[in-house]
């Protein structure tokens, strides 16, 4: 759990940095949108090889290769920002990279932790490493927003961000499983997309996962942040980190809530009502104007969020053989990369298209929608249990 919050950590202060620097030498919301489709590229075309990846060779291993990885892109990170230059395309070239890598710790990762708990624990174990990991998106961008306005520059995000992984690479070195992984050796076309097939014919996960997909896909307003901070809000880019941090705050208090006194026969509705909730807490913040209620918008939105991920979380992982998990989880993770990634990029050309205020209110519109129809849909969801 050290390893993963520090990953998170450096990813959330070198997002910072990174969209606040494409911002701040074109300032156009389209730019910042495709930083989400850089990052989610990868993964869509390799999300089969990274899945029965997963599976096929020891998740621990995978790990601590990705999170060399990372520390590699933070680097260069770093060399771009010691150059000084205005030239986007050397950027998008290491987001790329850095999509690469988490396109196969995504499935590892999740995959990773049913290996170190017994079942009987896993739906409580999930909420506690759910908080952890949003206790990082808090901290994060908070301590990426304040060094770069204290500096003034990147560089030292980058390196700050370096130095994480390289002790995430540590931690996650000295793990060990209580559970050894189940062997998987045969490679095939009918193995790589066993988790497809698995999904499709468990209508209860297809509709947790695709229902996160399209809400937060079209509910998305995270990275049109930078425009709220600098055009709309007035307030630089440590009230960017601000807002950055401001989901993770209601999804921190939200996971202890739940690790508390756990989802168990009201699990479905509650994942619906908390979607609704997402939908609503967009449409504010797009409204807003003033940062206080801003702040309180994205602190409920992702209270709101967080009940989503611990159900969709327990019901995959707990629903899933051992031998399978990583396909499933890569199948997963494309969906939530694309809940994402791909929902910046919508953000970013509707803001392009439309302004940002109406971008983020039609999103925020358009959750309450796909709601609705999902509850029609997948009736599975309204009385789902973990």
């Not at 399978?324 to 969906?335: D, I, P, W």
């Given at each position: 759990?050290t390893a993963?919050?520090?990953?998170?950590l450096?990813?959330e202060?070198?997002?910072?940095?990174?969209s606040?620097?494409?911002?701040?030498?074109?300032h156009r919301?389209?730019?910042?949108g495709?930083?989400g489709?850089?990052?989610?590229?990868?993964g869509?075309?390799?999300?089969l090889v990274?899945?029965?990846t997963?599976?096929r060779?020891?998740?621990?291993?995978i790990l601590?290769?990705c999170?060399?990885?990372?520390?590699l892109c933070?680097l260069?990170?770093?060399?771009?920002?010691?150059?000084?230059?205005t030239?986007?395309a050397?950027?998008?070239?290491?987001l790329?990279?850095?999509g690469?890598?988490r396109?196969?710790?995504?499935?590892?990762?999740?995959?990773?932790?049913?290996?170190?708990?017994?079942?009987?624990i896993?739906a409580n174990?999930?909420?506690?490493?759910?908080?952890l990991?949003q206790v990082?998106?808090?901290?994060?961008p908070?301590i990426?927003?304040?060094i770069?306005?204290w500096t003034?520059?990147?560089?030292?995000?980058?390196?700050?961000s370096?130095v994480?992984?390289?002790?995430?690479?540590?931690?996650?070195?000295?793990?060990?499983?209580?559970r050894?992984?189940?062997?998987?050796?045969i490679?095939s076309a009918?193995?790589i997309?066993d988790?497809?097939?698995?999904?499709w014919r468990?209508?209860?996960?297809?509709?947790?996962?695709?229902l996160?997909?399209f809400a937060?896909?079209?509910?998305?307003?995270?990275?049109?942040?930078?425009?709220?901070?600098?055009?709309?809000?007035?307030?630089?880019?440590?009230?960017?980190?601000?807002?950055r941090?401001?989901?993770?705050?209601g999804?921190?208090?939200?996971?202890?809530?739940?690790a508390h006194?756990?989802?168990?026969?009201?699990?479905?509705?509650?994942?619906l009502w908390?979607?609704?909730g997402f939908?609503v807490?967009?449409?504010?913040f797009?409204?807003?104007?003033?940062l206080a209620?801003?702040?309180?918008?994205?602190?409920l939105?992702?209270?709101c969020?967080?009940?989503?991920?611990?159900?969709?979380g327990?019901?995959?992982?707990?629903?899933t053989?051992d031998e399978?998990?990583?396909?499933?989880?890569a199948?997963?993770?494309l969906?939530?990369g694309?809940s994402?990634e791909?929902g910046?990029?919508?953000s970013?050309?509707?803001?392009?298209w439309?302004?940002?205020?109406?971008a983020?209110?039609?999103?925020?519109?358009g959750t309450?929608?796909i709601?609705?129809?999902?509850?029609?849909?997948?009736?599975?969801?309204?009385?789902?249990?973990?």
């Amino acid at each position: 759990m050290t390893a993963r919050f520090l990953t998170v950590l450096a990813s959330e202060m070198q997002a910072v940095a990174v969209s606040w620097r494409i911002f701040d030498i074109t300032h156009r919301p389209l730019d910042l949108g495709l930083v989400g489709l850089a990052q989610f590229l990868p993964g869509v075309l390799l999300f089969l090889v990274t899945g029965h990846t997963a599976d096929r060779f020891p998740r621990k291993r995978i790990l601590q290769v990705c999170y060399g990885g990372f520390a590699l892109c933070s680097l260069l990170f770093a060399v771009l920002a010691m150059n000084a230059g205005t030239a986007l395309a050397p950027l998008y070239a290491v987001l790329l990279l850095n999509g690469l890598v988490r396109a196969f710790n995504g499935p590892a990762s999740q995959a990773f932790l049913p290996l170190l708990v017994p079942e009987e624990i896993f739906a409580n174990a999930v909420a506690w490493a759910a908080s952890l990991f949003q206790v990082a998106t808090i901290v994060g961008p908070m301590i990426g927003g304040l060094i770069y306005g204290w500096t003034g520059r990147p560089l030292p995000v980058f390196l700050a961000s370096m130095v994480s992984y390289l002790i995430a690479l540590v931690c996650i070195s000295i793990v060990e499983t209580i559970r050894q992984q189940t062997a998987r050796r045969i490679v095939s076309a009918t193995a790589i997309s066993d988790g497809i097939r698995y999904i499709w014919r468990n209508k209860l996960v297809l509709g947790s996962i695709s229902l996160d997909l399209f809400a937060v896909l079209l509910g998305g307003a995270v990275a049109l942040l930078p425009v709220y901070a600098g055009d709309i809000l007035h307030v630089g880019t440590r009230g960017l980190g601000l807002l950055r941090s401001a989901p993770g705050v209601g999804a921190v208090a939200m996971a202890i809530v739940v690790a508390h006194w756990p989802l168990k026969k009201n699990a479905g509705p509650a994942m619906l009502w908390g979607v609704v909730g997402f939908g609503v807490c967009t449409i504010v913040f797009g409204l807003s104007r003033n940062l206080a209620l801003s702040l309180a918008a994205l602190i409920l939105l992702g209270a709101c969020d967080m009940v989503s991920m611990i159900v969709r979380g327990t019901l995959i992982q707990i629903a899933t053989p051992d031998e399978m998990r990583g396909r499933v989880s890569a199948v997963n993770m494309l969906f939530i990369g694309a809940s994402n990634e791909v929902g910046q990029f919508e953000s970013g050309i509707t803001a392009q298209w439309f302004g940002t205020v109406p971008a983020v209110v039609l999103g925020g519109v358009g959750t309450l929608i796909i709601v609705a129809l999902w509850s029609r849909l997948f009736p599975e969801l309204r009385t789902a249990k973990t």
